[in-house]
């Protein structure tokens, strides 16, 4: 058995992390290739990467995650293009 600061140390597996639900961020869609082409794109005018001497920088992360948030009506309208199948309506239409 380690010592509490041994345990808190040990990195805590993604599965069992606790995190805030996304739901417009599928790996199957595509989400992974999203959010690097995002970040690639906004990096030059970022004045840093997100993280610097393993400290996070939050206003960064911020402007990674609006142009992600300003994506997600664009990814459920697909989704309900797609369950709606060729030629239906819809759920989300406009």
């Keep these: 058995m380690c010592s509490p600061e041994c345990a808190r140390a040990r990195p805590v597996p993604i599965a069992r992390a606790r995190?805030?639900?996304?739901p417009t961020l599928d790996i199957?869609?595509?989400a992974l290739d999203r959010v690097f082409e995002i970040y690639k794109?906004?990096?030059p005018g970022l004045g840093g990467y997100l993280?610097?001497?393993g400290e996070l920088d939050?206003?960064?992360?911020e402007r990674l995650l609006?142009?992600?948030g300003a994506l997600e009506l664009d990814?459920?309208?697909q989704?309900?293009?797609?369950?709606a199948g060729p030629g239906r309506e819809g759920l989300m239409s406009c």
């Design 51 to 53: 993280t610097h001497a």
């Design 75 to 77: 990814v459920l309208q």
């Design 79 to 83: 989704r309900a293009e797609v369950r």
């Design 41 to 43: 794109r906004l990096l």
């Design 19 to 22: 995190r805030a639900a996304l």
């Design 66 to 68: 609006a142009e992600l």
């Design 58 to 61: 939050q206003a960064r992360l």
């Design 28 to 30: 199957a869609e595509g």
